[in-house]
């Protein structure tokens, strides 16, 4: 029934205001919002105290763990196809894949941000320039576009250093991030321009790079934001994505290679692949969760003003 | 007279465009660490006619040239239908060959996910609007936000593990072309298809159900049904027309993502499509295929962008107006 009657139609609207529907469930944090700041929160100390932690070697082969299920004696989430702790490896896998999609993004967010932000205070000409750049980066598929850079700079290879092939994977993500974040840091910047503070503050005689720091800037700041966290999520799954392609780092553990090598026992041994698929479920879910909230919030702020 | 200005902007956009994803990957080749020759043909014995081979590979690929004369030849080769070779020890091996036979197989894949999703899209968003607020609708929504956290190949995976092997229902691998026999044709597909479909299951059915929840709101929408309309007419008949247009822009827009979500899941199930091919030249190290296919994907996709812009600028007086206005 689509029309209700006034009566009912008061005690069960049929129809939400639409904005409402939209910002309500994520407005606030909530308890899924720290679950998911608890998680990552937690990942981050992990991946960082990797080292020292009372770990197993991720390296080290255990004959008597090979292909066995989580919960055994001594190895908690089990052994992979050549007998290496998996609670050790899924640990030592998010310290590479957070270093690569982290360092991508801020990558993304130093070079895309700063672009974004000059075209969109400047506008004219720069800004159709840099908004062109933005789109042509755009128009190749992200993952082909990673793809080809790391298979053409850094295919695995036994001459080419681990930390050059990070590099380059580094390098190609945040490639791939810089016209995302670009393109909304520009709108972001443009729309912001526009207000009474910042005339103001041209009047007063403060330069431009004041201007776009102190004014601008801190105004742009959560959309950025939230579209970092996102762009984070994408690159944990582009990291995972090249791994299963036969690019990307194979010396040390990360989510995506141990997916990759897991492959070839998902009919004996479905755990290998399954440990590090769900924490890359709860990552990418978190951080998309965040950045909702962060955006929920962001356009409230905007709505108020 | 605004349009046809709009159109031939886009259309200055579009060479533009395709110029420099162009220009990218024909020197993909030239971008390759040391010498591309001894990359492509492995061989490390200094004979004369190794190095004449060499040699003659070398002019093959211009690479004494100028970098513009050698885009130029790449554009040349190109349009002419020339994707140049494998270089494999037994021989030359045309890539355009496999191109012919990988494209139309990854296409399929493309457009079986599309069809699928939006079938399955279209239903869940109009219901989900007419029921905003209710359990439907947020059991719907909660479900299509945990979907888009999942990573196509850890879905894919789990697919072929549970519906492949575990229940047995479904090869978890392979593919049959339509010809042969298509029952197991559909069979093979319907794995790889509900992969790569899922997460714009989700993307889509947001999108509409948040335009629907609008559109509900509008005058004539309440007016259709102070006619006494029907709720199911005023929804699919009146209310999911003018909805769609952001759908259907977004459905075309996506092929970027269906690309990219078509290479993974290709090599999951072992489709011999583009993605498949991609890996393998990666692997093999051929970046002369690589290079190919990479163009072929990007051309694609720059041209399904420009035509779905174009239609929804032609289509959508609103669109046509605000652009003309700027």
């Known amino acids: ?305 | 007279m605004g349009l046809v200005r709009e159109l031939g902007k886009r259309f200055l956009g579009l060479i533009l465009v395709l110029f420099l994803v162009t220009l990218f990957t024909a020197l993909l080749i030239s971008m390759v660490p040391g010498d591309p020759v001894d990359t492509l043909l492995p061989v490390s014995d200094s004979s004369p006619e190794v190095a004449a081979q060499k040699e003659e590979l070398r002019h093959e690929l211009n690479l004494d040239d100028s970098l513009p004369e050698r885009y130029a030849a790449w554009v040349n080769d190109f349009v002419h239908g020339d994707f140049g070779n494998y270089y494999r020890t037994s021989g030359a091996d045309p890539v355009r060959a496999h191109l012919a036979d990988a494209l139309p197989v990854s296409l399929q894949l493309m457009i079986y996910s599309q069809i699928l999703a939006l079938l399955v899209a279209i239903p869940l968003g109009v219901i989900s609007a007419y029921r905003a607020g209710t359990l439907f609708d947020k059991a719907a929504n909660t479900t299509a936000f945990a979907l888009l956290a999942v990573p196509n190949f850890v879905l894919g995976l789990a697919l072929a593990y549970y519906v492949g092997v575990w229940l047995g229902w479904l090869p978890p691998s392979g593919y049959v072309p339509f010809g042969d026999d298509a029952v197991e044709h559909i069979r093979r597909m319907i794995l790889p298809a509900v992969t790569l479909a899922a997460a714009q299951v989700a993307v889509y059915m947001r999108l509409l159900r948040s335009d629907m929840v609008q559109t509900l709101q509008e005058d004539f929408i309440q007016m259709a049904r102070s006619k006494g309309i029907s709720d199911q007419r005023v929804l699919w008949r009146h209310a999911l027309r003018p909805s769609s247009l952001t759908l259907l822009t977004v459905a075309g827009l996506n092929v970027g993502t269906l690309i990219g979500g078509a290479v993974i899941v290709e090599v999951l199930f072992s489709i011999p499509g583009l993605g498949t091919s991609i890996a393998q030249a990666i692997f093999e190290r051929q970046y002369v295929a690589l290079q190919t296919f990479v163009a072929v994907l990007a051309i694609l996709y720059v041209l399904v962008n420009f035509a779905v812009d174009v239609l929804y600028t032609v289509v959508d007086p609103r669109i046509r107006h605000a652009r003309a206005r700027n």
């Open chain 1, 1 to 305: 029934m689509l029309v209700h009657e006034t009566e009912t139609a008061a005690a069960e609207p049929a129809v939400l205001p639409a904005e409402e529907i939209e910002t309500a469930p994520t407005r606030r944090l909530g308890v899924f919002g720290w679950f998911s700041i608890l998680w990552l929160g937690g990942l981050t100390l992990l991946a960082l105290l990797a080292p020292i932690l009372p770990l197993k070697d991720p390296d080290q082969t255990y004959l008597e763990i090979v292909r066995k299920p989580p919960i055994q004696p001594d190895h908690f989430l089990g052994g992979d196809g050549s007998g290496r702790d998996m609670l050790s490896r899924v640990i030592w896998g998010a310290r590479t894949s957070l270093t690569i999609s982290v360092s991508a993004v801020l990558l993304g967010l130093l070079v895309g941000g700063l672009l974004g932000l000059v075209a969109g205070y400047h506008r004219g000409k720069l800004d159709a320039a840099l908004t062109t750049l933005f789109n042509v980066l755009l128009s190749i598929p992200a993952l082909v576009l990673s793809l080809s850079l790391v298979a053409v700079f850094a295919n695995s290879d036994e001459s080419v250093s681990n930390g050059r092939k990070l590099t380059v994977l580094i390098a190609a993500l945040a490639i791939v991030t810089v016209p995302i974040l670009g393109r909304i840091t520009r709108a972001s910047a443009l729309a912001w321009s526009e207000r009474e503070f910042v005339k103001a503050a041209e009047v007063l005689g403060a330069s431009h790079g004041r201007i776009m720091l102190r004014e601008v800037l801190p105004n742009v700041a959560p959309a950025i934001m939230s579209i970092a966290l996102l762009g984070v999520a994408v690159a944990i799954v582009a990291e995972g994505s090249l791994a299963l392609l036969g690019v990307g780092v194979t010396e040390v553990a990360s989510w995506g290679n141990m997916i990759a090598l897991g492959r070839s026992d998902l009919a004996r041994a479905p755990h290998i692949v399954a440990i590090p698929s769900i924490a890359i479920f709860c990552t990418v879910l978190a951080l998309n969760y965040l950045g909702d909230v962060v955006r929920a919030r962001f356009d409230v702020r905007e709505a108020a003003l």
